[in-house]
């Protein structure tokens, strides 16, 4: 199979940034939904025994809602999700809305096209960024050459710099490196060399120290052949000044930041990161100590902050709004972001105030409910040219199916980082599904197969937090052994998303 984050032949050299990077030119490729999951066996991270790893149903009955996380989106619950007591649950949505909802892979796909739309819409010009800044970033001009590389010809050992044929006399200086250039040398002449210093003129070799010796007269005799030109790196050996090394799409990773130091860049051209505010809705939340007197702690501010940066987003600012009509309104119309994320809010109980603002601000609602468990609250609306809103359900575990079903793809976009290759494995137990929606169930990964995980309720955390990645489960479940997609979670690739920059 192919592994995560590669692509054979053709679409190796692009990676499919061509769909995204709309700054440059726009060739939308497939999306998201078209893809065909390659199938096989994922070469990923070891998948570590953490708690929670169930080794037979995926769901018993208390696996719904969790004490000390916000309940609002009642509804979403799977069967055998408990309220739990002293919660508000919204009312259900309405039949009608329910058949609106859309499929979890065409929600992803109109996630991606938004970003599309938001990548032309004038607002992500090209930055200029220090080396130091850029990881992560996509190059959004063509990293050419500035000089050949090496720039002469240099040692590639520590030993002598000879000349002709041996033995050879050595002189008493030697040539380091970051020294001036050597004097040339003549035939029947060596001088000692340090790997990365220049190679004097006329220097037919280089003999590492371990392959020569001294004789009582210190003059210097191989202890084995020597060839003409070896451990000599010539000047332009890697490239030539002008060549290109990277083409535009390319993600800026640690080994791309030494390459283009190498090439003399102190500075990158590169796609913006997407800027995100977040908003944190809900009367009920507390911000520290244990939750009390039908108080409960907010999961999602912590959380979803560095979340959004492992995507590759640039969080503006985090703010908790409560239960404030004007004060969300006031918020949503004086944001700048390229994408607002709201938490909670989504449903039509009374102080469910997403819906009613949207109308209000007159925003197209592209995604109004995804057939997904769980999560189905969930929605993306344009509120402006380039600028989208993402409205999570309130429950943790559901929060996080709305970030990676709409929120990742939109991001992705904006930022022209590559998609994902969409990869499968089996799964070592069966997992219930719902009759009609996608089920998203945390697994951990071990050997050639993935173990869905318990404690996978909306309002649970527990399972997640132990997780590698998320199975997409269809509608009808997946039986043992069965192969099934998989969602990475961005920490657990050992990618860049590791890198909360």
Not at 443 to 452: D, K, M, N, S, T
Request: glycine share 12%; proline share 11%.
């Amino acid at each position: 199979m192919t592994s995560p984050g590669t692509r054979a032949g053709e679409e190796a050299e692009d990676l499919h940034v061509e769909e995204a990077l709309a700054l440059v030119r726009e060739n939308p490729g497939p999306p998201p939904g078209d893809r065909t999951p390659a199938r096989g066996t994922r070469p990923g991270p070891a998948a570590r025994p953490g708690p929670g790893a169930h080794h037979g149903d995926d769901e018993h009955p208390g696996d719904g809602a969790h004490p000390g996380h916000d309940t609002r989106q009642g509804h979403e619950a799977h069967p055998g999700g408990d309220a739990h007591p002293g919660h508000r649950a919204a009312p259900h949505r309405p039949a009608e809305s329910r058949h609106r909802a859309t499929p979890w892979p065409e929600a992803r796909s109109v996630a991606e096209r938004a970003g599309r739309a938001g990548a032309r819409a004038g607002r992500r010009a090209p930055v200029s960024v220090p080396l130091d800044a850029a990881l992560g970033l996509t190059l959004a001009a063509p990293l050419t050459a500035l000089t050949d590389l090496p720039s002469f010809d240099t040692s590639a050992m520590d030993g002598w710099a000879v000349a002709g044929p041996g033995p050879w006399t050595v002189r008493d200086e030697g040539a380091l490196a970051g020294h001036a250039e050597p004097a040339p040398l003549t035939d029947g002449e060596a001088v000692r060399i340090a790997t990365g210093a220049r190679i004097p003129l006329d220097t037919t070799a280089v003999l590492r120290t371990e392959h020569g010796r001294t004789d009582e007269r210190d003059r210097l005799h191989p202890t084995r052949e020597v060839v003409h030109g070896q451990d000599i790196r010539p000047r332009g050996q890697e490239c030539r000044s002008g060549d290109q090394l990277l083409a535009v799409g390319t993600l800026v990773t640690p080994a791309v930041l030494g390459l283009a130091a190498a090439a003399g860049y102190d500075t990158l051209t590169t796609v913006p990161r997407p800027r995100v505010d977040v908003l944190v809705l809900g009367d009920e939340l507390l911000t520290t100590g244990l939750p009390h007197d039908g108080l409960i702690r907010d999961a999602l501010g912590p959380m979803l902050p560095p979340w959004l940066r492992a995507l590759g987003a640039d969080v503006s600012t985090v703010r908790r709004i409560g239960d404030d009509a004007d004060a969300l309104h006031r918020a949503v119309t004086t944001s700048e972001a390229d994408l607002i994320v709201t938490t909670g809010g989504t449903a039509a109980g009374p102080v469910d105030h997403v819906h009613p603002i949207l109308r209000r601000i007159g925003a197209e609602l592209l995604v109004d409910g995804v057939k997904v468990r769980p999560g189905h609250p969930m929605l993306l609306a344009r509120i402006a040219e380039g600028r989208h809103l993402v409205g999570l359900p309130g429950n943790p575990l559901a929060a996080v199916s709305g970030l990676l079903t709409l929120a990742e793809p939109l991001l992705r976009t904006l930022a022209a980082r590559p998609a994902p290759e969409p990869y499968t494995l089996p799964l070592r137990d069966a997992v219930h599904g719902h009759p009609n929606d996608t089920r998203l169930v945390p697994v951990v990964l071990r050997g050639e197969g993935a173990v869905p995980l318990h404690y996978n309720g909306p309002a649970m955390l527990r399972g997640i937090a132990a997780a590698d990645a998320l199975a997409v489960v269809p509608p009808g479940g997946v039986r043992p052994g069965e192969e099934t997609e998989l969602l990475d979670l961005p920490w657990a690739t050992g990618g860049i998303g590791v890198c909360f920059t």
